[in-house]
């Protein structure tokens, strides 16, 4: 018997998978979206975060976005 589960395939640079890898980790267990970790740039979530990790990626790049001083 084959057992699916529905998700979200992401595929991003090695920064960005840490980055969602350090986010999971830092949730509680009840609350963590990783499926599996397929290999460094490739990530199978649960397709529920989709915009959880969305607004997370837009708050981490607009933190380290230089900004050229007036």
Not at 15 to 21: S, V
Not at 33 to 52: P, Q, Y
């Amino acid at each position: 018997m084959v057992n699916a589960i529905k998700g979200l395939y992401i595929s991003c640079d090695i920064p960005m998978a840490q980055f969602i890898i350090n986010m999971n980790a830092a949730l509680p267990q009840s609350q963590k979206f990783i499926i599996h970790v397929l290999d460094n740039t490739h990530l199978f979530v649960r397709s529920d975060v989709a915009g959880m990790i969305r607004s997370a990626i837009a708050e981490f790049r607009e933190q380290n976005t230089y900004e050229k001083p007036a």
